[in-house]
Nanobody
Framework: QFQVEESGGGLVQPGGSLRLSCTAS????????MSWHRQVPGKERELVAS????????EYAESVKGRFTISRDNDNKMMYLQMNNLKPEDTAVYYC??????????????WGRGTQVTVST
């Protein structure tokens, strides 16, 4: 019934920047906590950044602090990940995740299909 979808991935040189977007097809974006995750072959999917329903609580993985910025626009049902000073180790498939928080959607988990980010050596 609901879904999220990523866009904005691509190929970039080390030190470059990319901006990922996540579009949420939901009734109210304010009902969902959201986060960005990434995964490389042979490794576990890791949490990159998370943002609470209203955007007041933000957390980052240590590996991206100071370089990545997560944000959301609930009026337009969008979430973003601005990635600066990209490094080869940032290469991964990046996924958007939404977790239902408010009672009518509580417990629902939405994953996007992912978007590839490649940082060349």
């Amino acid at each position: 019934q609901f879904q999220v979808e990523e866009s904005g991935g691509g190929l970039v040189q080390p030190g470059g920047s990319l901006r990922l977007s996540c579009t949420a097809s939901v009734w109210g974006a304010h009902d969902w906590a959201m986060s960005w995750h990434r995964q490389v072959p042979g490794k576990e999917r890791e949490l990159v950044a998370s943002i609470s329903r209203l955007g007041s609580n933000i957390e980052y993985a240590e590996s991206v602090k100071g370089r990545f910025t997560i944000s959301r626009d609930n009026d337009n049902k969008m979430m973003y990940l601005q990635m600066n000073n990209l490094k080869p180790e940032d290469t991964a498939v990046y996924y958007c995740r939404a977790e239902g928080i408010t009672p009518h959607v509580r417990g629902e988990i939405l994953w996007g299909r992912g978007t590839q980010v490649t940082v060349s050596t």
